[in-house]
C-alpha cells in the first residue's frame, strides 16, 4: 500500500524555532547597542575636542601675550601710544621749549610702548556706525521676507540672494570698496557733505581738525579721501546684513498668526502690527543684533583695506583709523619677537574676548527666547 511508503516530513520543533529567533534577536539588539555606545562617545569626543580646541587657542594667545600683560597691565586698555622702536625727538622743559645745550639740541629717547584704545575705539566706532546702517534695512527686509514677500511668490528667491551676500569673500567686498566706494565718496560724497554741512558750528567738529602749527592752533579741513572710518564702516554694513536679516526671519516666523491677526482684528494697521511682530520677538531680534556685532568687531581683510590704517583717536567719521583686527593684519607679518608681538596678542586675546561675550549673548537671546517661545 502506498501509505506504507510515505515519507512523513515533520514540522521543526518549536524550542528550536525559538531559539533561532532569540540568538537573532540578541545578535540585531548587541548591535544596536555597539552602535549607540560608538555614536555616543563620537559625539562626546566631537564636543570635548571643540572645547580643548577652543581652551587651547585661549591658553596659546594668553602664554603668548604674557610678556605685554605684564609690562602693560590694564593701561593698556586705555592708553594711546603705540611705538614698535625707539625713535629720539628734542627734549623739551616745562614751557614747551626746545632745550639746548652747548648749541645743540638736546634729544631723548622713548622707548618701545604700546596702547589698544585707538584700535578698541576704532572697532567700537566703526561696528556702532554699521549697526546703525545696517539693522533698519535688515529689519525690513525681514519683514517683508515673512509678511510679503509670500503673497508675491518670490520668498524663496529674495531669500536666496540676501543669504548669499554671506558667501562673498570679504576681500571682494573690500576690493570693491577700495576701487568703487573709496572713489565715489572722495569725488561726490564728500564734497557735496563738506559744503552742505562743513559750516554747521555744531557740525564743524566732523570736517574740520585742529592742528598746532609754529606754537598755534588752527582749524584746517579733513583731507577727505574715501579711506576713513566711514568707508570702514559702510562696508561693515553691508557685511552684516545678511546675518542680521537671516536671524531676524527665523524669529519672526515664530511669531504666532493669533498675534498678527489678533492685532489686525482688533484695528491695528498693518505698520502697526509689524510693530507688534517685533515687539514679540524682541529678545530674539536683540540677539541677531548682537551677531551681526560680533562680526562686524572680528572682520579684517574688507575693513583694513579702506578705513585708512592711521592708529589714532578722533571725533570725525571722516578721519583715518584703524580697528583691533586691521592692526593684526597690519603689523603682525612685520612684528619681532619680543613685546610688540606680545602687545599684538594682548590685541588678538581681547578681541577673541569680546567676541566670546557677544556670541554668548547672542545665543542666550535667540535660543534662549526661542525655548521659552509659545510657538516652539
Request: charged content about 15%; overall charge positive.
Amino acid at each position: 500500500m502506498t501509505t506504507g511508503s510515505a515519507t512523513t516530513v515533520m514540522p521543526p520543533t518549536s524550542g528550536t524555532s525559538r531559539g533561532s529567533k532569540g540568538s537573532g534577536a540578541s545578535s540585531v539588539q548587541g548591535g544596536w547597542r555597539l552602535g549607540d555606545a560608538v555614536l555616543g562617545l563620537a559625539c562626546r569626543g566631537s564636543a570635548a575636542l571643540l572645547a580643548l580646541m577652543l581652551i587651547a587657542l585661549i591658553g596659546v594667545l594668553l602664554h603668548s601675550a604674557w610678556p605685554a600683560i605684564k609690562q602693560f597691565g590694564p593701561g593698556f586698555l586705555v592708553s594711546s601710544e603705540w611705538r614698535a622702536n625707539e625713535i629720539e625727538r628734542p627734549l623739551r622743559d616745562a614751557a614747551g621749549a626746545v632745550v639746548i645745550r652747548d648749541g645743540e639740541v638736546v634729544t631723548e629717547t622713548l622707548a618701545p610702548a604700546f596702547g589698544a584704545l585707538p584700535v578698541i575705539w576704532g572697532t567700537a566706532v566703526s561696528s556702532l556706525i554699521a549697526l546703525v546702517v545696517a539693522v533698519p534695512i535688515s529689519l525690513g527686509a525681514a519683514i517683508f521676507l515673512v509678511r510679503v514677500a509670500p503673497k508675491l511668490r518670490i520668498a524663496g528667491a529674495a531669500s536666496f540672494l540676501i543669504e548669499f551676500l554671506a558667501a562673498v569673500p570679504s576681500l571682494a567686498f573690500g576690493v570693491w570698496a577700495l576701487f568703487v566706494l573709496a572713489p565715489f565718496f572722495q569725488e561726490h560724497i564728500g564734497p557735496w557733505l563738506l559744503r552742505t554741512f562743513g559750516e554747521v558750528h555744531a557740525l564743524r567738529w566732523m570736517f574740520y581738525e585742529k592742528v598746532t602749527v609754529a606754537g598755534r592752533t588752527i582749524e584746517r579741513p579733513i583731507a577727505l579721501t574715501g579711506r576713513d572710518l566711514l568707508s570702514g564702516s559702510l562696508i561693515l554694513a553691508i557685511m552684516i546684513l545678511p546675518i542680521i536679516t537671516s536671524v531676524s526671519r527665523d524669529v519672526l516666523r515664530t511669531v504666532p498668526r493669533a498675534q498678527i491677526e489678533g492685532t489686525l482684528a482688533l484695528g491695528a494697521t498693518w505698520w502697526q502690527s509689524c510693530m507688534a511682530m517685533l515687539r514679540y520677538g524682541r529678545s530674539g531680534l536683540l540677539g541677531a543684533i548682537m551677531l551681526g556685532l560680533a562680526r562686524a568687531a572680528g572682520e579684517t581683510m574688507a575693513v583694513t583695506m579702506v578705513i585708512g590704517n592711521n592708529n589714532q583717536i578722533s571725533p570725525s567719521p571722516f578721519a583715518p583709523a584703524q580697528t583691533m583686527a586691521s592692526v593684526l593684519a597690519n603689523e603682525f607679518g612685520e612684528a619681532t619677537e619680543g613685546l610688540h608681538r606680545a602687545a599684538l596678542l594682548y590685541i588678538a586675546l581681547i578681541l577673541l574676548a569680546m567676541s566670546l561675550v557677544f556670541n554668548v549673548i547672542a545665543r542666550r537671546l535667540v535660543v534662549g527666547r526661542a525655548a521659552r517661545s509659545p510657538g516652539s
